[in-house]
Nanobody
Framework: QVQLQESGPGLVKPSQTLSLTCTVS??????????WNWIRQPPGKGLEWMGA?????SIYLSLKSRTSISRDTSKNQFTLQLNSTTPEDTAEYYC???????????????WGQGTQVTVSS
């Protein structure tokens, strides 16, 4: 059973870069056919898929202008960086594993527990 755990700062100042790490256990991020996603949910709003990195290292982004995703295969981790943050980036951030690239629904995704990030001065 793959387990995912998000980590990072709970508070970020506006304009700073948000950096979150997802540590994976019980499976490898290089397993063929796997996708490793970042998803967020702002207060009172729905889930927003931000992007993913697949088993080969290919990257797929929704917010291309501000978002980057990378990985460290030696640590079995993948990381989200979101630049030029604003209070609108306040959200619960989740990492998740899937076996398909996101196409509009989250069926079959395996989720971390989530981490709250607040962007505020």
């Amino acid at each position: 059973q793959v387990q995912l755990q998000e980590s990072g700062p709970g508070l970020v100042k506006p304009s700073q870069t948000l950096s979150l790490t997802c540590t994976v256990s019980g499976g490898s991020i290089t397993t063929g056919g796997s996708y490793w996603n970042w998803i967020r949910q702002p207060p009172g709003k729905g889930l927003e898929w931000m992007g993913a990195i697949d088993y080969s290292g290919s990257i797929y982004l929704s917010l291309k202008s501000r978002t980057s995703i990378s990985r460290d295969t030696s640590k079995n981790q993948f990381t989200l960086q979101l630049n030029s943050t604003t209070p609108e980036d306040t959200a619960e951030y989740y990492c998740a594993r899937s076996e398909v690239l996101y196409t509009g629904n989250y069926e079959g995704f395996s989720w971390g527990q989530g981490t709250q990030v607040t962007v505020s001065s």
